[in-house]
């Protein structure tokens, strides 16, 4: 037994005009401050106001948000009492507006609190959420995970619930034609990965396979496109498709170890979440190896590689990622993103702890054991191909 | 040699199990907390049993079956009806996709379980280190 999750999906040039048929009193938009400058904030509160509903504003949402930046923004909504949380902008502002959501209901679970285990939150009862994503990356306005920073012991909290899937997904590409080439390669990245370790983990399942073989096309065919030229839209509108779409197939499969170790070394060293886990990718994909050689095949086709005879397709394609990833200047390993190798060895337990501690480990085809995972950063940072 | 799922004997053959595993040493090196693995009686199996795991970085300080469930008070409470119980058991389905689907409930301190979710799933594998027969 196992569920299919995820949230109404409203797409496509205008769709953010949807918000002028919801109904309600007050939403709390949750948003950054650069969210703000760009315009897009007014332009969600016209359209809510057309629908005769007013809006208070929390801005404060940092990149990798923090555990007091929900408080914070939790005690506004106390004071305010919304009945609709819209959250705008990128994966760390749908993140905050989640966690701040599930404890403005439910204000006896503390954020850290949140796991997959309980099955009753009963969320939906004083407000209702809505998500517009203005990158393509995270899918996190469809899914129901989230990815807090707890600054104190300095990791990465993955939270999961089926509950706190938004109630609508707002995927409105005209949103993300703003946004600069490096953030548009880096969530990209970050879009490759879900549908790749949402296709490969044991928890893959019937319905979540063709989503993520289907973002991985809009990917490979529309990311380097989106990169070069921000404003065809055509690229623009496929990407923001392709990350709605890889993390509706993520999210009911769950990930793998690109994610255990990015969010691991994204923490410690400040690295932009698709950027980290990206990097990981093709490390990944060797380290898993064999043991999903079958699905690599299934990728490959899909993607219109072509396997020579004799080769693994899993090759094949970790040369496909490593040559898309430097047409849109990724880097390659962990030392082309200029961090010291001192700074590097002195994390190394860090990581280490933190990579075993994380959940996306349990899906993962192969786990590694602490020996290995330190290897695997070692190989990574000196770029060289897993071959343990 | 097989063992009936429920006695001493097999509760004894998981803490060596634990004794031996490497994984689970390593997975639950932080873990701090005793539990009650609660086997509840369902429509193929009438009785029910209570096994306690005293667990302890990465270590099984005791483990035994108990017979009255006011004997300890443990930080956490698996329960679940015999035959979900027996699906792990038997591999045919993964023990945390139970607990997120609620056939398996969870009682605790869920901040750790969510800190080392590994230490969980290498509890379970050392469950299934060794043969297990069940009571028909």
């Known amino acids: 037994m196992w569920y299919f999750v995820a949230p109404q999906v409203v797409f496509g040039q205008d769709a953010l005009s949807h918000l002028a048929q919801l109904k309600g009193k007050l939403a709390f938009i949750v948003t950054d401050k650069n969210i703000v400058k760009l315009g897009i904030v007014d332009k969600v509160k016209e359209q809510l106001s057309q629908a005769g509903i007013g809006a208070t504003v929390f801005d404060e949402v940092e990149p990798d948000p923090s555990l007091q930046t929900v408080e914070k923004g939790v005690a506004l909504m106390n004071s305010c009492a919304p009945d609709l949380v819209v959250a705008v902008g990128g994966g760390s502002v749908m993140d905050a507006a989640k966690a701040m959501r599930v404890q403005y209901e439910r204000p006896d679970i503390r954020p850290e609190e949140i796991n997959p285990f309980i099955s009753d939150l009963g969320l939906g009862r004083k407000c209702k959420l809505v998500c517009i994503s203005t990158t393509s990356g995270t899918g996190a306005e469809a899914t129901f995970a989230i990815v807090l920073t707890d600054t104190t012991d300095q990791r990465k909290l993955s939270l999961i619930n089926r509950e706190i899937v938004p109630d609508i997904a707002i995927v409105d590409p005209e949103l993300a034609r703003g946004m600069p080439p490096q953030i548009t390669a880096d969530t990209g990245m970050d879009v490759l990965t879900h549908a790749v370790e949402g296709f490969i983990c044991t928890w893959k399942n019937d319905f979540t396979d063709g989503l993520c073989l289907k973002a991985l096309q809009l990917v490979f065919q529309y990311l380097p496109r ?20 890889a993390g509706i197939g993520f999210i009911n499969a769950l990930t793998a170890m690109a994610h255990a170790a990015g969010h691991s070394w994204g923490a410690l060293f400040h690295i932009p979440h698709g950027r980290a886990v990206g990097l990981f990718l093709p490390y990944t994909i060797e380290f898993i190896g064999e043991a999903r050689e079958e699905l690599w095949s299934e990728i490959a086709y899909a993607i219109k590689l072509r396997v020579p005879e004799g080769e693994r397709a899993g090759k094949v394609l970790v040369q ?15 030392k082309e993103t200029g961090i010291p190798s001192e700074s590097f060895q002195k994390a190394i337990p860090k990581l280490i ?28 940072y000196e770029g060289k191909s897993i071959d343990f | 040699m097989a063992i009936l799922f429920g006695t001493q004997e097999w509760v004894d053959a998981l803490k060596d199990a634990l004794k031996k595993s490497q994984a689970y040493k390593e997975a639950a090196k932080n873990w701090e907390g005793d539990l009650y693995i609660i086997v509840e009686p369902d429509a193929a199996y009438k009785n029910r049993h209570i096994l306690y795991l005293d667990l302890w970085h990465g270590e099984c300080r005791e ?71 069940f009571p028909s």
């Open chain 1, 353 to 380: 702890d933190n990579v075993m501690a994380d959940g996306s480990l349990i899906v993962s085809p192969r786990i590694p054991d602490a020996t290995e995972a330190e290897k695997f950063f070692q190989y990574a």
């Open chain 1, 320 to 334: 496909a990622i490593r040559e898309l990833a430097r047409n849109i200047n990724q880097p390659l390993n962990i």
């Open chain 1, 226 to 245: 989106a990169v070069r030229d921000g404003n065809d839209m055509e690229a623009r509108e496929k990407m923001h498709n392709a990350a709605c779409i």
């Open chain 2, 63 to 133: 483990a035994r079956v108990i017979t009255d469930e006011n004997e300890k008070s443990p930080k956490y409470r698996i329960s679940g009806p015999f035959t979900s119980m027996k699906q792990i058991l038997d591999k045919k389905v993964d023990p945390v996709q139970s607990m997120m689907t609620g056939k398996i409930k969870v009682k605790g301190d869920m901040a750790q379980i969510m800190k080392m979710p590994r230490a969980a799933v290498e509890l379970v594998n050392c469950m299934t280190a060794f043969e297990t027969v």
